[in-house]
């Protein structure tokens, strides 16, 4: 249809990396499709080659594939067996992600922030291993970028927040990525970005999609692409993520643990269990959710004003005071 190619080009020209677009309609349908097709690629190679490595705390999606590279168990056990020959590396720990990475990996699929695992970074070290590693042996590097892509963390995309090398304009990338959530403004629509060498083993028939690529959803995501992509844009995401973690920092309560994240993507951890204040944010009129037992997920609209930040902050900090 007319208006796929248009948001087909602006998001390959938006990564160095990215040659192809597949369009779908949620995140886990984007991880799933990014799963079979890192496997053709290394089946190319070596019909053995297909192990992957994710990270404990991640969430790739609900579908057999991705809740299979989805660490915690809640989402697991109620589906076993999953699909074999899947480890999981510590978050951040490049010993072990060196020991789980050989030449039978076909895979490696990491969320720049962790969302559902506790709003974890990877760090720098991590992601330039990973693209090291990958290189090194033939496998598929895939970043998951469904809830920390486009804007919500003050960047495009969150990998761009990662160069390759100190002081390079060069940045640590994938050969696939997927991305999904706010890409069609609300109307269902996800995606994978691909390398050329990706992209050419997948053959007539190895994948398709019956809604995915629709004129109104393509339509709806080049207008909110272009209005995310705005470097003006992007830097009111960054200046007010970072008065948001810097105001909840000076909140005076011995119960915040840490307070990270980037942009508009920011985990409050406390050293207690944070349903009892999530609910009592609710009934002041905000919404809020946990990742993990212990952390407040804060995930904004990025539109979000000063004034409205200002109450944010101010709700929490009563929750805090109040909350016995």
């Not at 994710?54 to 915690?72: D, I, P």
């Not at 991305?179 to 190895?206: C, W, Y």
């Not at 609710?282 to 993990?292: D, R, T, V």
Request: hydrophobic share 40%.
């Amino acid at each position: 249809n007319e208006w796929s190619v248009p948001i087909a080009k602006r998001l390959v020209n938006s990564c160095n990396f990215a040659d192809k677009v597949f369009f779908c309609n949620t995140g886990a349908e984007a991880c799933e499709a990014a799963f079979k097709m890192s496997r053709k690629v290394s089946k190319a190679i070596d019909p053995e080659k297909i192990d992957v490595v994710a990270f404990k705390g991640s969430f790739h999606g609900r579908t057999m594939g991705a809740v299979s590279m989805t660490s915690k168990e809640i989402y697991r056990n109620p589906f076993t067996p999953l699909v074999s020959g899947i480890q999981f590396a510590k978050m951040n720990d490049i010993d072990d992600v060196k020991r789980l990475i050989t030449d039978r990996t076909s895979a490696v699929v990491i969320e720049p922030i962790q969302g559902e695992g506790g709003i974890n970074p990877a760090s720098l070290e991590l992601l330039r291993t990973l693209r090291e590693l990958c290189t090194k042996h033939n496998a598929s590097l895939i970043f998951d970028e469904v809830q920390c892509g486009l804007g919500r963390t003050g960047h495009l995309w969150a990998h761009h927040a990662y160069p390759l090398t100190d002081g390079s304009d060069d940045v640590v990338e994938p050969d696939i990525m997927t991305f999904a959530k706010p890409i069609a403004g609300g109307i269902p629509m996800g995606g994978i970005l691909m390398t050329k060498h990706v992209a050419q083993q997948i053959k007539k028939g190895d994948h398709g999609t019956t809604f995915g690529g629709g004129p109104l959803a393509c339509r709806a995501a080049t207008v909110v692409f272009d209005e995310i992509s705005n470097p003006d844009f992007l830097n009111h995401v960054k200046e007010s993520g970072e008065y948001l973690k810097e105001s909840i920092r000076n909140i005076d309560s011995d119960i915040i643990v840490d307070v990270r994240g980037s942009g508009m993507l920011i985990g409050i951890e406390l050293s207690k269990p944070v349903d009892k204040y999530l609910k009592y944010v609710q009934e002041k009129g905000f919404l809020m959710i946990s990742a993990g037992e212990n952390v407040i997920r804060l995930a904004p609209p990025l539109v979000m004003t000063r004034e409205e930040q200002t109450r944010v902050v101010n709700v929490i900090s009563d929750a805090l005071y109040e909350v016995e």
